[in-house]
């Protein structure tokens, strides 16, 4: 009689642990159906009428992933909009190029209103330019048009070490500047051709994009910040305001409605939940150094610095 009993228990749990087993495949299945959808629409889960949200933190480099998930919008019937909100010094100057040349393209297809935080200068202000309507907080602090080149130049500390660095080079210009050696006159005058290419570059956007005449351009274009306010007043943005503001815009000017959700662009290590949860696993197991960006700006660069 025991041994029927122990035979019935057996069994039960046997049952258990299969469907146990089931339950987890059915997950995992499920998992990666689910990553699949989402790896064909763009790195994002198929929601419905919504106004899509970018988010431009940090500093600013050259992100194929984000201008890609950009250029995606244009085809994603169910984006209404986008809504670039902007929380940035700026970053490389090449970076901030990429994001606006993505927006320009999906604002030739879509609306696309930026918003800034607390600070969108510089590179951040190339993005915001890329919109067709920005606005910004009274206390924002924004501007810093213009484009510089840093190099650390610590020669002298090498002869007080005792350290000497021989260079070969291909030409006179080849290896400048250097940090080995300080800036003749004929490298400098180089720089200065780079940096004034770049800042015309610079300056024409804001000529064509906020209406103003070149001289205009170049007084409020020589690297000194403003308030939202003062940047109102100058031309420079359009609205005080937060997102409230940039969703009545839409609404009143782009017939999309205010009701409609607001969902997050999701790419890279943004991109769905599953997603998100691997990284993070990755990460922990390999170490930080997978996920990290760059630690230095390499470069001509477009950033406020405080």
Request: net charge neutral; glycine share 10%.
């Amino acid at each position: 009689m025991s041994l029927e009993v122990d035979a019935i228990l057996d069994r039960r749990r046997l049952r258990r642990n299969v469907s146990l087993w089931r339950i987890v495949a059915i997950i995992a299945v499920v998992s990666v159906l689910a990553l699949f959808a989402a790896s064909q629409t763009g790195g994002q889960l198929a929601i419905g009428d919504h106004v899509a949200e970018l988010e431009v933190t940090g500093i600013i480099v050259d992100d194929e992933e984000r201008d890609q998930a950009i250029r995606d919008l244009v085809k994603n019937d169910n984006a209404k909009a986008l809504m670039v909100t902007i929380e940035s010094p700026g970053g490389t100057t090449s970076g901030s190029e990429g994001l606006y040349l993505a927006l320009r393209e999906l604002a030739q297809h879509k609306p696309v209103v930026a918003v800034m935080g607390a600070v969108a200068a510089s590179g951040g202000y190339i993005t915001a330019i890329g919109a067709d309507h920005i606005i910004a907080r009274g206390n924002t602090i924004t501007g810093s048009i213009g484009v510089l080149f840093q190099n650390t130049e610590f020669s002298k500390l090498l002869k007080t070490i005792g350290v000497d660095v021989e260079l070969v080079t291909s030409g006179p210009l080849k290896g400048k500047p250097s940090p080995f050696a300080p800036l003749d006159e004929q490298g400098r005058a180089a720089l200065n051709a780079l940096i004034k290419d770049s800042y015309g570059w610079f300056l024409d956007l804001v000529i064509e994009r906020r209406k103003l005449s070149p001289e205009r351009a170049r007084i409020l274009g020589d690297g000194r910040v403003y308030s939202g306010r003062m940047a109102l007043e100058a031309k420079l943005i359009d609205q005080i305001g937060g997102k409230a503001e940039a969703r009545e815009w839409l609404e009143k000017q782009k017939s999309i409605s205010a009701d409609l959700p607001l969902e997050t662009l999701e790419y890279g290590d943004r991109g769905p939940f599953m997603e998100r949860v691997t990284g993070s696993m990755i990460s922990s197991l390999m170490g930080k150094s997978l996920n990290l960006k760059r630690l230095t700006l390499d470069g001509l660069v477009s950033v406020w610095q405080p």
